[in-house]
């Protein structure tokens, strides 16, 4: 299965109140981009990596220019609107949609995900972590939602079959990951510093 990652990098990163573009935000020295880049060329089960820009990122358009990577440009409107325009654009098929803002992200993470994606026969399939870990890292928990009988959240990592990116609500697997590497994701100030924190401590376990 061609598995074809799609890093969501063009959104305005208002909540952070920044300067900064908000995938050049750096953390433990560098931009957290590079931290999404890294885990996927590290995942054997991606083969390509397309990351979407927006008129509100042009400064990260650029700077990949001296990445192994595709660039396009979507009109910025909001996440899913960008995202099914670069599928359809590019004619993607099967896309992993990932958030530029989870530092903590891993190759062995991202098999994991497909692997459940190809083994769950389903169009569709979003991951999930649960909303007690979210909150006991001090992140929010922004959507959440009811599965089973455990409250999750929304992980910003989703795989899609792009030839069916046009037929409305697709029946969606849901993978619940209990983990720091899906659960901390950088929207505030805040929990810019708290991911700065846990990045350290996992750098210092390697």
């Known amino acids: 299965m061609g598995v074809t990652a799609l890093v969501m990098a063009g959104g305005k990163g208002k909540r952070l109140a920044l300067q900064e573009e908000k995938p050049l935000i750096r953390i433990g020295g560098k931009p957290i981009i590079e931290y999404i880049i890294a885990a996927l060329r590290a995942a054997k089960k991606v083969d390509s990596i397309v990351v979407a820009v927006s008129d509100y990122t042009p400064k990260t358009a650029e700077y990949l220019r ?34 530029a803002d989870l530092p903590l992200i891993n190759g062995k993470v991202i098999d994991e995900v497909v692997d459940c994606y190809e083994h769950c026969g389903k169009p569709a399939l979003s991951v999930v972590v649960p909303f007690e870990t979210k909150k006991s890292l001090g992140f929010s928990c922004e959507y ?20 069916r990116v046009d037929d409305g609500e697709l029946d969606q697997e849901i993978c619940l990951l209990n983990r720091k590497e899906v659960a901390v994701n950088v929207n505030t100030l805040e929990e810019l510093k708290i991911a700065e924190r846990l990045l350290a401590v996992a750098s210092e376990k390697k």
């Open 66 to 99: 001296s990445f192994p990577v595709s660039v396009i440009k979507t009109p910025g409107k909001e996440y899913v609107s960008d995202m099914q325009y670069a599928i359809k654009t590019l004619n993607l098929q099967v896309v992993l949609a990932i958030g």
């Open 144 to 163: 959440a939602f009811s599965f089973g009988d455990m409250c999750v959240v929304p992980a910003g990592i989703n795989i899609i079959d792009g030839r």
